[in-house]
T-cell receptor, first 112, second 110 residues
């Protein structure tokens, strides 16, 4: 059974730092991996989608990497800003079905 | 631009009431999903639908039902609301396994 883990559960860093959020999964037979952002009391916003055949995707200051064989993905945020404060979730689609398997999220606080 | 809308941002209902949560997507997606999100428990799938009039139970379907009469609309029904159904409800749609979410409905059952 696929399990998705995000470490750390919470992270607080000063503004301007570059940071890395981690996501690991136990079964490498994934179809793709998706990173989301959630602001308090709001819905989820899709940030990046990486197909299983890809190694990375970039959008602005965000870069997501995927190492399927080792069961890991990272979300790199460059030059962090207070507006980046949110909970970041990763989720994987398996080859076998249309359901996402979710990590518990990393709560990120960027201090001005 | 991708758009998933939910009928209410906040809803307060009484125990025993029948509650309808509506979700509409404008992307012609085949798949639609209902989740609930609770502190410490993360996102849990209630039901999903892969076509009109088709539905599949997720991880926590008890106490809920769904309806999908049109491709763009997926409704979640609480037949008799209970206090343990107080939660954030999130709707999503997808085509080729990339999910897009609505803004969520915060439901409080008193």
């Amino acid at each position: 059974k696929q399990e998705v883990t995000q470490i750390p559960a919470a992270l607080s860093v000063p503004e301007g730092e570059n940071l890395v959020l981690n996501c690991s999964f136990t079964d490498s037979a994934i179809y793709n991996l998706q990173w989301f952002r959630q602001d308090p009391g709001k819905g989820l916003t899709s940030l990046l989608l990486i197909q299983s055949s890809q190694r990375e995707q970039t959008s602005g200051r965000l870069n997501a990497s995927l190492d399927k064989s080792s069961g890991r993905s990272t979300l790199y945020i460059a030059a962090s800003q207070p507006g980046d404060s949110a909970t970041y979730l990763c989720a994987v689609y398996m080859d076998s079905n249309y359901q996402l398997i979710w990590g518990a999220g990393t709560k990120l606080i960027i201090k001005p | 631009d991708v758009k998933v809308t939910q009928s209410s941002r906040y809803l307060v209902k009484r125990t025993g009431e029948k509650v309808f949560l509506e979700c509409v997507q404008d992307m012609d997606h085949e798949n639609m999903f209902w989740y609930r999100q609770d502190p410490g428990l993360g996102l849990r799938l209630i039901y999903f639908s892969y076509d009109v009039k088709m539905k599949e139970k997720g991880d926590i379907p008890e106490g809920y039902s769904v309806s999908r009469e049109k491709k763009e609309r997926f409704s979640l029904i609480l037949e008799s609301a209970s206090t343990n159904q107080t939660s954030m409800y999130l709707c999503a749609s997808s085509s080729d396994r990339e999910q897009y979410f609505g803004p969520g409905t915060r439901l409080t059952v008193t």
